[in-house]
């Protein structure tokens, strides 16, 4: 069974920065292509990036050059690096791994909460 653990949420001010952390287990980490998703009150999940398994990113444009997202194959974990953040990326942030070729097979993480005040 494919488990997704996420981590790096919290509070912090605008303008600050902050690293969230997949990590995935029960299956091969390089089948998955995985992304990051956000979801703010009264409002529909979002696509924030994606990573294939080869390493190539899509960002939303409203993170374009504030956000970075990486993978270590060898970790089976995927890394969302947020700088400059604002206080409209407060949000729950759910991690997806999506595997490849097949798309019902997608799974998701329990959600870690940012809140970045003004």
Excluded: H
């Amino acid at each position: 069974q494919v488990q997704l653990v996420e981590s790096g949420g919290g509070l912090v001010q605008a303008g600050g920065s902050l690293r969230l952390s997949c990590a995935v287990s029960g299956s091969i980490f390089s089948l998955y292509n995985m992304g990051w998703y956000r979801q703010a009150p009264g409002k529909q999940r979002e696509l924030v990036a994606s990573i294939t398994n080869i390493g190539s990113t899509n960002y939303a444009d409203s993170v374009k050059d504030r956000f970075t997202l990486s993978r270590d194959n060898a970790k089976s974990t995927v890394y969302l690096q947020m700088n400059s953040l604002k206080p409209e990326d407060t949000a729950v942030y759910y991690c997806n791994a999506e595997r490849i070729g097949y798309r019902s097979l997608s799974y998701w993480g329990q959600g870690t909460q940012v809140t970045v005040s003004s």
